[in-house]
């Protein structure tokens, strides 16, 4: 089945900085690849998604990469706020799977004001 | 519209004792599945289904039992509890279809077995 695996495992940065976190893969047969923010004590919210036919998405502030060559996806947060402070996780899925999604382990990223 | 809904919230139980997790969906979503969290280990799915009236099993699928009588419903079944299953269980549905493949989740429910 497929494998993700998530670094760095904490990200400290200082306010106004920019924050990457990266993902590898190992099926590629996924084609799904969202990014979810879990605030503490909250349920996962999608925060942004990119499909395997597209190289890049970008929303305000995030954005994120993706290599299909090397199997791996990036997010990447820009001007970081303190509200930016979450637990952030990678994923993949593919489609025909029953959309079911295999979770990297998750990055606790620190916003210091 | 309330979303995903899972009860209880919060439960504590004893080695060898059973119980069920419900979980509800009121946006007529075909998919749901159950996933537990782990500190640092991330979500591992637990079981999934694709339709009323489906199962099938996730990554972590021992120890557990899963039936979607109801396309709204997806309960989860521990027959024997262990100290092992200990953890946060989410439950999460996604339209399925041509849809986008985002899952949305429920609150958690906080499970303690001792």
């Known amino acids: 089945g497929e494998n993700v695996e998530q670094h760095p495992s904490t990200l400290s940065v200082q306010e106004g900085d920019s924050a990457v976190i990266k993902c590898t893969y190992s099926?590629?047969?996924?084609?799904?690849f969202p990014w979810y923010k879990q605030e503490l004590g909250k349920r996962p919210q999608l925060i942004i998604d990119?499909?395997?036919?597209?190289g890049e998405k970008k929303d305000q502030r995030i954005a994120v990469t993706l290599n299909k060559t090397a199997k791996h996806f990036s997010l990447h947060i820009t001007e970081t706020q303190p509200e930016d402070s979450a637990v952030y996780f990678c994923?993949?899925?593919?489609?025909?799977?029953?959309?079911?999604?295999?979770f990297g382990g998750g990055t606790r990223v620190l916003v210091k004001p | 519209n309330a979303g995903v809904t899972q009860t209880p919230k919060f439960r504590v139980l004893k080695t060898g004792q059973s119980m069920t997790l419900l979980c509800a969906q009121d946006?007529?979503?075909?998919?749901m599945y159950w996933y537990r969290q782990d500190p640092g280990m991330g979500l591992r799915l637990i079981h999934y289904?694709?339709?009323?009236?489906?199962?099938a099993k996730g990554e972590v699928p021992d120890g557990y039992n899963v039936s979607r009588l109801k396309k709204q419903n997806f309960l989860l079944g521990l027959e024997s509890a262990a100290p092992s299953q200990t953890s946060v269980y989410f439950c999460?549905?996604?339209?399925?279809?041509?849809?986008?493949?985002?899952?949305?989740f429920g609150e958690g429910s906080r499970l303690t077995v001792l």
């Open positions: 946006m007529n979503h075909e998919y």
């Open positions: 289904s694709v339709g009323e009236g489906t199962t």
């Open positions: 099926d590629s047969a996924s084609n799904y």
């Open positions: 990119i499909r395997s036919n597209v």
């Open positions: 994923a993949a899925s593919m489609k025909a799977a029953g959309n079911k999604l295999t």
């Open positions: 999460a549905s996604s339209p399925g279809g041509p849809s986008t493949g985002e899952l949305f």
